[in-house]
């Protein structure tokens, strides 16, 4: 679990904004700036905008200097070192979130949570802590896909993806999955290959296999009726592409689950 150790939200006093530990704090420190701030790692000052984040690993050196009208919003916090490097967040990792008031919010959440401590507040605090990491890691790994990339593409194909996934039970064929990107289709496989690591027609059966695991534990439903809800035109279809998938066919499947989880046509 992540501890959190001190959270304070939107401090004006300039001298608590000036930030120089030679050789950092204990914890983690998470740090939201409202105005442009100058940052220094390796010896190099950099500035950066209003809205950035910052992220120091404990006992690095921490030398930060905000200019003129910024505020600080800090939260000191300690987890695992490996649960930490799950995120593949980088060491005083810099971030441009694009809405920095959402961020801004959730440390308020925290500052509620720390300072109120109701029952169970250190479990909400870690939520909210977790919150703020995948959304720093997403911010990562989207600029990592986006090298040679442009980023309304990126967007675009996720729009795409989300329709696809969330209507998987329709036809899809190449042709109008590519309509949607406006590409030919080796340009769209490629795209989508470099943004989600599988190819569309494998995300596609992913996402019907995963609904048909659910659908099979319904009792309302028998195996033709899930065939159907899940995009296949036949039985056999879907019996084969579930075994190629799970390794069992669908009523092995079945029969494999919890007794009180069976539907009734078992």
């Known amino acids: 679990m992540i501890s959190v150790n001190y959270v304070r939200c939107e401090i004006t006093d300039p001298k608590f904004l ?15 700036f409202s105005g442009p701030i100058n940052v ?84 909400r605090a870690d939520t909210y802590v977790r919150q703020l990491l995948i959304e720093f890691a997403r911010i990562r790994k989207t600029e990592d896909l986006e090298v040679g990339h442009d980023r309304p593409m990126y967007n675009l194909f996720c729009q795409a993806r989300n329709m696809m996934l969330m209507n998987c039970e329709k036809e899809w064929s190449s042709t109008n999955m590519c309509e949607m990107v406006s590409l030919s289709r080796s340009q769209f496989y490629k795209y989508y290959v470099d943004y989600f690591g ?46 190629e998938h799970t390794g069992l066919s669908p009523l092995a499947y079945v029969k494999s689950l919890a007794p009180e989880d069976r539907p009734e046509f078992m």
């Open 18 to 32: 000036r930030i120089n530990r030679p050789k950092g704090s204990g914890d983690y420190c998470l740090m939201l």
């Open 40 to 123: 220094t790692t390796d010896d190099i000052t950099r500035p950066v905008e209003a809205g950035t984040c910052v992220i120091f690993r404990p006992n690095t050196p921490q030398d930060i200097s905000p200019l003129h009208g910024s505020s600080l919003s800090v939260v000191h916090f300690s987890m695992p070192k490996q649960d930490y490097e799950s995120y593949r967040l980088n060491s005083d990792a810099v971030f441009h979130p694009q809405n920095a008031d959402r961020v801004f919010r959730n440390i308020q959440r925290i500052e509620r949570e720390y300072y109120t401590k109701m029952p169970y507040w250190e479990d």
């Open 198 to 243: 599988v190819s569309p027609i494998q995300d596609l059966n992913n996402a019907r296999i995963d609904k048909a695991k659910n659908l099979l534990t319904n009792r309302n439903f028998q195996v033709t009726d899930i065939a159907e809800l899940c995009g296949y035109a036949s039985i056999h279809h879907f019996s084969r592409t579930f075994k």
